[in-house]
């Protein structure tokens, strides 16, 4: 009878162990399906034929004609204006809305930021170029930078605020009880604390912004150009591997963004 | 000590206007918006009688069975994308919040990585898999369950194979995140007692995951539901989804004022379909 049960309870654990491998095995599958696109892509941008999905060789061919085309450098000009600008606007806003704004009502307007996170894009952009049209702006960097700041900002506030309130703010106490005005503290005890949540926040406004499509589809008008859009007419178009190997590009650079983000993240824990 | 006070009072009006701007962008650019989108959806024409020329025209001319379809079509890819995230993640999220020991900091890179990358070019990199002379294709075939190309490229399976894959990782980490909140104990109490893993899973794990899942539902609804390029570029265009069903109003036709009466009409569905997920959730949170 003991040793019945001692089978028994072998053969189910060794049915257990089979088992155990079904969960693994399911997770490998589906990174496998997750990656598989994304490395073909890759492995295409290094074809040397540009019209079949057969292998012919390995090429540099199409990441120089990358660099050579004056509009995709054009576009790539076009993307890192507007993301470096919605960069800057959206730290500097939200350093000051964190900071100033801590003693008045608009300290518990937190809520408007989280509206352009819950609403669809694709409402954002058309709402967006509904005023814009309305009051005659002409679409162009502008307008793309409005856009790209306002989902910046989104992402922005949130972590700096929760930075500022995680920071002792006895030193903000001690700082103006020894005579530094608001602004001195601003600049030399806030900034400097927060400067890890601001590095992060600033990383992620670069890559949703590098990596935008939507806004700036609906609200760059017909003469500029970003990065994505360029690949989207190109697409449709009917696309050469130079959109691969630009593909393959902003994918490394957004890869790399992350990267560091999350090396960060895991050094400060600022989320 | 009066002229104290007066450089405080100062200062503070000074402090306001300077933290002032953040606030004014989100209104200024999205609740402002908002509601002129609302508001140009009632009239016909653009002038200054303001609420004189308010009319139901745009929204009458919606009820017509061609609209009505698009839009049940992007609620029946909203709901059943979710759901088919759910199935999916499901496991992954419990494998990578309770099993996996070693290189777990790399599963979840691998998966935050498609979460911040362009979806544009992940769309664009399953026409390689899914094209007919494509790797899935050539696989199929070689291995022999197959005898001629399947035609998957341009349409409706082709949206949901990668509305699927783009849409994972949005539904895997919030039900991640919640399972790691998982008192331990509560899981090895449960084992102790004498449940099976597939009890303690539908009696312990399920429950204290159910936040999450509805967060990731809703992380994967709401966007899906207003898609744009994966219809576009998986669907070869040919069906029309309420996404590119808004471009083509703004876009190609201009004409806003009905666009803006469809939008505002597939925003009010969108809504409608939150509460009523949103109630379920609660039911089953019973």
């Given amino acids: ?271 | 000590m009066k002229k104290n006070k007066f450089e405080s009072e100062g200062s503070k009006e000074h402090s306001f206007a300077v933290a002032l701007p953040a606030v004014l962008w989100q209104i200024l650019f999205l609740y402002l918006p908002l509601f002129f989108l609302i508001y140009i959806s009632f009239v016909k024409t653009l002038d200054y009688a303001v609420l004189k020329n308010l009319t139901l025209q745009n929204y009458k001319t919606l009820i017509d069975f061609s609209y009505f379809k698009i839009i049940s079509r992007s609620v029946a890819l909203a709901f059943f994308n979710s759901l088919f995230c759910l199935i999916l993640a499901y496991p992954i999220a419990y494998f990578l919040a309770l099993r996996v020991k070693r290189l777990k900091n790399l599963f979840i890179f691998l998966l935050v990585l498609p979460f911040w990358t362009n979806f544009l070019v992940q769309a664009y990199a399953w026409f390689f898999i899914l094209d007919n002379n494509g790797i899935l294709n050539k696989f199929l075939l070689k291995v022999g369950i197959i005898s001629s190309p399947l035609h998957i490229l341009n349409t409706p399976l082709a949206i949901y194979i990668v509305m699927l894959f783009c849409y994972l990782p949005f539904m895997v980490l919030p039900i991640y995140s919640s399972m790691t909140k998982i008192d331990k104990y509560l899981l090895e109490a449960s084992s102790d007692l004498g449940a099976t893993s597939w009890q303690t899973l539908g009696h312990v794990t399920l429950p204290l995951s159910l936040s999450g899942i509805r967060n990731g539902f809703f992380l994967v609804l709401i966007p899906s539901f207003g898609e744009f390029v994966i219809p576009i570029l998986l669907g070869g265009g040919k069906v029309m989804y309420v996404g590119s069903m808004i471009s083509y109003f703004f876009l190609e036709t201009k004409n806003v004022f009905l666009g803006a009466a469809f939008t505002c009409f597939s925003g009010f569905i969108l809504i409608l379909i939150a509460l009523i997920v949103y109630i379920l959730f609660r039911k089953l949170g019973k």
């Fill in chain 1, 1 to 271: 009878m003991e040793l019945q049960g001692k089978i028994s309870l072998k053969t189910r654990r060794s049915y257990r162990r089979g088992r155990a491998y079904l969960l693994p095995i399911f997770v490998g599958l589906v990174y496998l399906i997750l990656y598989s696109p994304i490395i073909v892509l890759i492995v295409f941008s290094f074809n040397k034929n540009p019209l079949s999905f057969k292998w012919y060789g390995f090429t540099f061919d199409w990441y120089k004609q990358l660099f050579s085309s004056v509009e995709i450098l054009d576009a790539l000009k076009n993307s890192l204006i507007v993301a470096f600008s919605s960069v800057f606007l959206c730290i500097t806003m939200a350093l000051f809305y964190v900071f100033y704004g801590v003693s008045s009502f608009l300290n518990r307007l937190m809520v408007i930021f989280y509206g352009s996170l819950v609403a669809p894009e694709i409402v954002l952009a058309v709402c967006l170029l509904s005023i814009f049209t309305f009051f005659s702006i002409p679409l162009g960097l502008t307008t793309l930078i409005v856009g790209h700041t306002l989902i910046g900002l989104a992402y922005v506030v949130p972590i700096i605020k929760s930075s500022f309130l995680e920071m002792d703010y006895g030193l903000v106490e001690a700082s103006m009880d020894l005579g530094a005005t608001e602004s001195q503290t601003f600049y030399k005890i806030v900034i400097p604390i927060l400067s890890p949540a601001i590095i992060s926040a600033a990383l992620l406004v670069l890559i949703v912004s590098l990596d935008d499509f939507l806004i700036s589809f609906f609200c760059a008008g017909a003469s500029v150009l970003t990065l994505p859009m360029y690949i989207f007419s190109e697409i449709r178009s009917g696309a050469t591997p130079v959109v691969n190997a630009l593909s393959t590009l902003l994918l490394v650079v957004s890869s790399f963004l992350i990267l560091i983000l999350t090396a960060f993240k895991l050094r400060t824990r600022v989320f």
